[in-house]
């Protein structure tokens, strides 16, 4: 089971960017964790970070007939992505949109998302655990999709 790990703009700074908004972990200290669950969940992790939306959409596009899945903090993307949404919307496979706050208790126009509409599910609000939670989520589903 292969699942990609989609993190936008800005998550690079996790750790030292607003800690009382997003945490104190840092990306790597995340990445550690979703490795880690991966393991025990039987799933290999492809990991990518970028602060452009077009690296983002060449990874889901490059891994289209690769993976199984994919989880998908987009960051400032989430409000205006359209290009991020419509390369979803071309994915087989299931996608979790996960963000670290609970981004509808926080400024109005945050809580528009342009890529619910096209993932499965959107998991918030539980800091690094939203990760950790999309991640089983997406494997569940990917495997239920399967048959398996």
């Not at 009382?20 to 991966?38: C, D, W």
């Not at 996608?95 to 109005?108: F, M, T």
Request: net charge negative; aromatic share 4%; hydrophobic share 45%.
């Amino acid at each position: 089971m292969r699942i990609l790990v989609l993190h936008g703009p800005n998550l690079n700074l996790l750790g030292r960017r607003e800690p009382h908004i997003y945490g104190k972990e840092t990306l790597a200290e995340i990445n550690a964790k979703l490795e880690a669950l991966a393991g025990e969940l039987d799933a290999e992790l492809a990991i990518v970070q970028s602060n452009h939306e077009g690296v983002l959409i060449d990874t889901l596009h490059a891994n289209m007939d690769k993976a199984d899945g994919a989880i998908v903090n987009p960051g400032g993307i989430t409000h205006y992505g359209v290009p991020l949404h419509d390369a979803i919307a071309a994915m087989p496979f299931p996608v979790v949109e996960v963000h670290l706050s609970n981004i509808d208790a926080r400024e109005a126009w945050r809580s528009h998302s342009m890529i619910s509409p096209v993932v499965d599910g959107t998991i918030q609000g539980l800091g690094w655990r939203s990760y950790t939670a999309a991640l089983r989520a997406v494997i569940e589903i990917a495997r239920d999709q399967k048959g398996r």
